[in-house]
């Protein structure tokens, strides 16, 4: 049974920086493209950052690109996002996913994506 499980959330002040981690099991993690997703109150779940399964391809959503900095450790199975600067936009509840065994380079659209973790809250204080 495949599990993703994030952690590294909380509520922070404007202008800081969390570490999410998102350890995986039950699947060959070197085999799968990754990605992380978040979704706000009110709105529909959007991309956030993805990485390739070597670690050397990564893409991000305009909103987060220099602030947020995808990586991963296929000796730990666990993908992490580094998030900096953040900002009250950023508060959302943030998913781990992991696309199907066979696509190649980096996804940024949810139908991609077949496991998905429990998901992890961050709030941006202002």
């Known amino acids: 049974q495949v599990q993703l499980v994030e952690s590294g959330g909380g509520l922070v002040q404007t202008g800081g920086s969390l570490r999410l981690s998102c350890a995986a099991s039950?699947?060959?993690?070197?085999?799968?493209?990754m990605g992380w997703f978040r979704q706000a109150p009110g709105k529909e779940r959007e991309f956030v950052a993805t990485i390739n399964r070597s670690g050397g391809t990564t893409d991000y959503a305009d909103s987060v690109k220099g602030r947020f900095a995808i990586s991963r450790d296929n000796a730990k199975n666990t993908v992490y996002l580094q998030t900096n600067s953040l900002k009250p936009e950023d508060t959302a509840v943030y998913y781990c996913?992991?696309?199907?065994?066979?696509?190649?380079?980096?996804?940024?659209?949810?139908?991609?994506?077949?496991?998905w973790g429990q998901g992890t809250q961050v709030s941006v204080s202002s």
């Open positions: 996913a992991a696309a199907g065994v066979g696509v190649w380079g980096v996804r940024t659209t949810p139908q991609s994506y077949v496991h």
């Open positions: 039950g699947l060959t993690f070197s085999r799968h493209v």
